[in-house]
């Protein structure tokens, strides 16, 4: 949609925002690393709904994320952008399991920390539509004439045309000016 075309970084921060308090009111509802007890009375289904909200706003940043970074590295290739921002998840997650291994009040504070600096980080990126903008560019280049030397080169002669009126196919039969083996061999 236009409305949308240049706001990656208003629904990461976003997301990222609505993460960080389901975080927050999950991490306020269970023991956590400086109280012993939860601060806010919670049952399953608040603790169900937080992390579910959780999960939900952090699988929608997720895909804006990979797209934010491939615009932002555009003359580099989209699959070397997500290759470097996977490799960056893949080990922030093994320091997290080797420093937390069994804390997880530890570990579940230290996202909340992580989802907390990767808002102040977003929001101090400067974002770019650099591919965006060249692919606009270039369908704004091509005029109608362009267009119908596609069309016309990319056409496949037919051998079949169906009638929609009576619900048929008519095929065409093939003459091969010059066959491979002549039809008599066979």
Do not use: W
């Amino acid at each position: 949609m236009p409305r949308f075309n240049h706001s990656f970084k208003m629904l990461i921060l976003i997301c990222f925002i609505c993460y960080f308090i389901s975080l927050l009111s999950f991490n306020l509802s269970i023991h956590n690393i400086f109280i012993d007890k939860s601060i806010v009375s919670s049952s399953s289904i608040t603790i169900a709904i937080s992390v579910g909200l959780s999960g939900l706003f952090q699988g929608g940043a997720s895909p804006l994320t990979y797209e934010s970074l491939a615009e932002i590295m555009y003359p580099l290739p989209e699959s070397l952008s997500a290759s470097i921002l996977v490799q960056f998840i893949n080990l922030t997650s093994l320091v997290l399991f080797f420093i937390a291994p069994d804390g997880y009040k530890l570990l579940n504070f230290i996202i909340l920390i992580i989802i907390l600096i990767c808002i102040i980080l977003v929001s101090l990126t400067k974002f770019s539509y650099k591919r965006r903008d060249a692919d606009t560019t270039k369908r704004r280049t091509l005029d109608s004439d362009d267009i119908d030397t596609i069309d016309n080169q990319s056409s496949i002669t037919s051998l079949s045309t169906i009638d929609v009126g009576n619900d048929t196919i008519q095929m065409e039969p093939i003459h091969d000016t010059n066959p491979i083996l002549p039809l008599s061999d066979l």
